[in-house]
C-alpha cells in the first residue's frame, strides 16, 4: 500500500513569495490533515478535512494560508504572501477518520523562507 | 490554551537500560493519548496509543496512563541505539474534530552502545 505522497519535499523562496504543497493521502483515507512543525517544536495542527470539508481549521492563519481538498482525495496548501515565521516542515497526514485511527505521515515539506 | 509538555531532553540511557518518557497534558477532557516516534529529519510514526488508566504494553514499549495525574509515560525496555530519536507525546484535543491532536515538543532520546 502506498502511503502519504507529498511534493515538493524542499522549498526555498524569498519573503512575501507565493509557495503551494501538495499532498496525496493514502487511497480510501477519509480524513486529511495538515501540520506545521518548526524545528525543536511538535507538530502544530493547521487544517482538518473530512472528504473534502473542512471540520477544523481554528489555527490556520487565514490571512495568508489557504488549503483545498479537491474530490475528497488530494489536497493543496498555499501560503501567499510568506514570512520568516513559516519557515519549518509541513507534514500532511491521512487516516480512516475515527478518533483511534492511526494517522500516517507524509514525508512533509521543508520550506524555507528567506 | 490546552498543553502538552514534556521533557525536551536529550534524554542519554545505556543500550540495555530501561527509558522513561514522560509527558503531562492541561485538558483533563482528553480521553486519547499518542506516542509518535520521529527520526531526525523524518516524519512521525505511531508507536502506541492509550485510552484506560493503567499500562498497556506492546513488545519493548509500555504506555502508561494516569488521568487523575493527567498524566502519560513511555518505557522503552531493553534500549537500543536503533530507539535514538524523538518521541511525541499527542493528546486528543477534547471538545475538537475527531482525530484533533494536541502535539508536546518531543523528548530526544539518545541509547548509548
Known amino acids: 500500500e502506498a502511503g502519504v505522497a507529498q511534493s515538493p519535499r524542499y522549498k526555498i523562496i524569498e519573503k512575501r513569495q507565493s509557495v503551494a504543497f501538495w499532498c496525496n493521502p493514502i487511497s480510501g483515507h477519509a480524513t486529511l490533515y495538515w501540520y506545521q512543525q518548526i524545528l525543536g517544536q511538535g507538530p502544530k495542527l493547521l487544517i482538518q478535512?473530512?472528504?473534502?470539508?473542512?471540520?477544523?481549521d481554528s489555527q490556520l492563519p487565514k490571512d495568508r494560508f489557504s488549503a483545498e481538498r479537491l474530490k475528497g482525495v488530494d489536497s493543496t496548501l498555499k501560503i501567499q504572501p510568506a514570512k520568516l515565521e513559516d519557515s519549518a516542515v509541513y507534514l500532511c497526514a491521512s487516516s480512516l477518520g475515527g478518533t483511534s485511527d492511526e494517522q500516517f505521515f507524509g514525508p512533509g515539506t521543508r520550506l524555507t523562507v528567506l | 490554551q490546552k498543553e502538552v509538555e514534556q521533557n525536551s531532553g536529550p534524554l542519554s540511557v545505556p543500550e540495555g537500560a530501561i527509558a522513561s518518557l514522560n509527558c503531562t497534558y492541561s485538558d483533563r477532557g482528553s480521553q486519547s493519548f499518542f506516542w509518535y516516534r520521529q527520526y531526525s529529519g523524518k516524519s512521525p510514526e505511531l508507536i502506541m496509543f492509550i485510552y484506560s488508566n493503567g499500562d498497556k504494553e506492546d513488545g519493548r514499549f509500555t504506555a502508561q496512563l494516569n488521568k487523575a495525574s493527567q498524566y502519560v509515560s513511555l518505557l522503552i525496555r531493553d534500549s537500543q541505539p536503533s530507539d535514538s530519536a524523538t518521541y511525541l507525546c499527542a493528546v486528543e484535543n477534547y471538545g475538537g474534530s475527531q482525530g484533533n491532536l494536541i502535539f508536546g515538543k518531543g523528548t530526544k532520546l539518545s541509547v548509548k552502545p
Open positions: 478535512f473530512q472528504n473534502n470539508g473542512v471540520v477544523d
